[in-house]
């Protein structure tokens, strides 16, 4: 799946964290929220610019 | 691919024919080569309709279609399959009929643009979330985001199958959830690491 943040979506980051807060709601509470939710998705974008791979 | 091999094979049989149709006699150009240049038109469409039918059928709906309006490719079609009927008709020599054809078309062609419905390519527009917005609405504009714009149900499926190449969407939260605990993150975390470096981390029994 390509990153939501790059081609060809290119979702912004409010769009990236409504998605996030659709997929939460499937089976989970939703805890995500929209300004309070854009420090730890830019810090997950600086990662992945980074190259980092989860553990 | 489907579509592409369909529209490809059609349209240089009936060019391929056209052409060869200036070797050979008025009796075999009129008697073989025409019936064959028709029936792989009409063929054609008749394949794309199946196609379209079988592959939209139970389709969720994203959005209404726009009546009226047309892409420019759409049109070069129409004005090509004028043109390529007028001229199958002008080889059989009959001038009338050709004069009728051309009526025809331009008929068809009026009532293609104004009257069809069509689907427009456009970039789709950027969503601009207000600061505090409630989860209800956040929840809500991700569903339109997720059913249109990320394009991400070309993977997913919306509950579990033997075929999806993605988790299913009915039950992702709690997926998630469970994941981000095992590996000791949290689930904000473990989400927006999916959705931005999706390599990152595969889950068990997926590939990407």
């Given at each position: ?55 | ?112 643009i104004e009257y069809l419905p069509q689907s427009e390519s456009r970039?789709?527009k950027t969503i601009v979330l207000k600061p505090g917005i409630s ?59 999916s959705l931005v470096s999706p390599v990152a981390y595969i889950v ?5």
């Amino acid at each position: 799946m390509p990153a939501a943040n790059e081609s060809p979506t290119s979702l912004t980051d409010g769009e990236i964290i409504a998605m996030a807060a659709y997929l939460q709601s499937q089976g989970s509470n939703v805890t995500v929220s929209y300004p309070g939710s854009v420090p730890l998705l830019k810090a997950e974008e600086a990662k992945a610019a980074r190259g980092e791979k989860g553990k | 691919m489907i579509r592409g091999l369909i529209i490809t094979v059609s349209t240089g049989g009936v060019l391929f024919l056209g052409v060869l149709g200036y070797t050979v006699s008025a009796a075999v150009r009129v008697r073989v080569l025409s019936p064959i240049q028709f029936s792989l038109f009409f063929a054609a469409i008749l394949a794309l309709f199946l196609l379209d039918f079988f592959m939209y059928r139970g389709a969720r709906i994203i959005g209404e279609p726009r009546w009226g309006q047309m892409p420019e490719r759409s049109q070069y079609a129409l004005i090509g399959i004028t043109v390529t009927f007028t001229w199958l008709t002008m080889k059989t020599g009959v001038l009338k009929l050709a004069l009728i054809v051309i009526v025809l078309n331009l008929a068809f062609l009026y009532i293609g643009i104004e009257y069809l419905p069509q689907s427009e390519s456009r970039p789709p527009k950027t969503i601009v979330l207000k600061p505090g917005i409630s989860q209800a609405d956040l929840v809500s504009i991700g569903e339109k985001i997720v059913f249109d714009k990320g394009q991400c149900m070309v993977c997913h499926s919306e509950t579990p199958s033997t075929t999806e190449r993605a988790p299913a969407m009915a039950t992702i939260g709690a997926e998630i959830a469970r994941e981000a605990k095992e590996r000791g993150i949290t689930p904000e975390q473990h989400l927006f690491e999916s959705l931005v470096s999706p390599v990152a981390y595969i889950v068990k029994g997926f590939k990407t």
